[in-house]
């Protein structure tokens, strides 16, 4: 079974901090993503990569900054933290390339509050 | 730029009725569309994926079905069950997006003893 795994479950930061949220899978997936759900305004895709050292900004990208130096982990990186962006993180991987069986695996989530 | 609906936001049905629910998208031009299952506070439960060259996809109770011609998928899920209730999200890898996937806004159900 493919897993991926958040390191955190929960977090509690405080406002100006520099937070690093990690995420690993282990099905060799060439692509990996960062989303973040709020109530009202479902999932936004933050950054995704498609490959080591590669990345796109998705739809939300401000205040937020992406690592990918290895291709099992994709870490997401909140540059200083603000109340606003306290919100559940969402990581997800999948099969690159332009293929039709590219199922999406996502991780346990991360609840972040920002104080 | 590709649009996923999921209508109704919420719906609630007695334990033993067999559960509908509706994804819509507005570019045919998918490469596949994904079911999942969430928890209050939990990640997405990846249900079924529907290739863009499949009509549906079997899972025990579950079966997703894809018309990409009128831009819709249907999950079914037969004799729901307490345990059933959760949200349900649809999503869709779309051939302009790349790798992206476009969620819908899901529909929360709940299954009621």
């Known amino acids: 079974d493919v897993k991926v795994t958040q390191s955190s479950r929960y977090l509690v930061k405080r406002t100006g901090e520099k937070v690093f949220l990690e995420c690993v899978q282990d099905?060799?997936?060439?692509?990996m993503f960062w989303y973040r759900q709020d109530p009202g305004l479902g999932l936004r895709l933050i950054y995704f990569s498609y490959d080591v050292k590669m990345k796109e900004k998705g739809d939300i990208p401000e205040g937020y900054s992406v690592s990918r130096e290895k291709k099992e982990r994709f870490s997401l990186i909140l540059e200083s933290a603000s109340t606003n962006q306290t919100s559940m993180y969402l990581c997800?991987?999948?099969?690159?390339?332009?293929?039709?069986?590219?199922?999406?695996?996502f991780g346990q989530g991360t609840r972040l509050t920002v104080v | 730029k590709q649009e996923v609906t999921q209508i109704p936001a919420a719906l609630s049905v007695p334990e033993g009725e067999n559960l509908v629910l509706n994804c819509s998208f507005t570019d045919s031009a998918i490469y596949n569309l994904q079911w999942f299952r969430q928890d209050p506070g939990k990640g997405l439960t990846s249900l079924l994926l529907i290739q863009s060259s499949q009509r549906e996809q079997t899972s025990g109770r579950l079966n997703a079905s894809l018309d990409k011609s009128s831009g819709r998928s249907t999950l079914y899920i037969a004799a729901s069950q307490p345990g059933d209730s959760a949200t349900y999200l649809c999503?869709?890898?779309?051939?302009?997006?790349?790798?992206?996937?476009?969620f819908g806004g899901g529909t929360r159900v709940l299954v009621k003893p």
């Open positions: 997800a991987s999948s099969l690159g390339g332009m293929r039709l069986n590219t199922e999406a695996f």
């Open positions: 099905m060799d997936h060439e692509n």
């Open positions: 999503a869709s890898r779309y051939k302009a997006a790349g790798n992206k996937l476009t």
